[in-house]
T-cell receptor, first 115, second 111 residues
């Protein structure tokens, strides 16, 4: 069974440009999460989808970030326009259910560098 | 607001020794606590998940414990090997399902 995949693995863009990150969760997982780790800080939650609906987007830093999950399958996270402080590693995770025992499975991350 | 702390930030241990990694959290109303491993440039690999009603979980040479009342969890690694070198992260899950992570402990096993 394939794990969580993310594309691209790395992205280097200039300030003001737009970048779109993609996440493909484990097949059959209704829950999809986005997290990010900026330099020197802990990994922080961005948002949570249940199927195609946003369950919790309390961690989204500002309106330059837009997440979508069309048809409840893969998800995209768009940053427009990118700023220097957006640099970091963006992780996607998925889980099957919402019970206390559910493990979140993480992808390899997308390393974003904004110059 | 949940805060998760991992001390020390880095640890070096000779091969073969047993070791303990520490994780503390401020809000004891957690649903579960998860330990992850991250290798350089890689994603997070889930090691163990302890539900709030459990005291410990074991997988091979790894044993994780949870003490909600004191806000602490430990990850015990027995008979350490060079392949255990990685960054270890703990994360607490609250009722809203999002994980709150610590900053991690970078472990180096010295051959």
């Amino acid at each position: 069974e394939a794990g969580v995949t993310q594309f691209p693995s790395h992205s280097v863009i200039e300030k003001g440009q737009t970048v779109t990150l993609r996440c493909d969760p484990i097949s059959g997982h209704d829950n999809l999460y986005w997290y990010r780790r900026v330099m020197g800080k802990e990994i922080k939650f961005l948002l949570h989808f249940v199927k195609e609906s946003k369950q919790d987007e309390s961690g989204m830093p500002n309106n330059r970030f837009l997440a979508e999950r069309t048809g409840g399958t893969y998800s995209t996270l768009k940053v427009q326009p990118a700023e220097l402080e957006d640099s970091g590693v963006y992780f996607c995770a998925s889980s099957q259910g919402r019970g206390w025992h559910e493990t979140q499975y993480f992808g390899p991350g997308t390393r974003l560098l904004v110059l | 607001k949940q805060e998760v702390t991992q001390i020390p930030a880095a640890l070096s241990v000779p091969e073969g020794e047993n070791l303990v990694l520490n994780c503390s959290f401020t809000d004891s109303a957690i649903y579960n606590l998860q330990w992850f491993r991250q290798d350089p440039g890689k994603g997070l690999t889930s090691l163990l998940l302890i539900q709030s009603s459990q005291r410990e979980q074991t997988s091979g040479r790894l044993n994780a414990s949870l003490d909600k009342s004191s806000g602490r969890s430990t990850l015990y690694i027995a008979a350490s090997q060079p392949g255990d070198s990685a960054t270890y992260l703990c994360a607490a899950r609250m009722g809203n399902e999002k994980l709150t992570f610590g900053t991690g402990t970078r472990l180096t096993i010295i051959p």
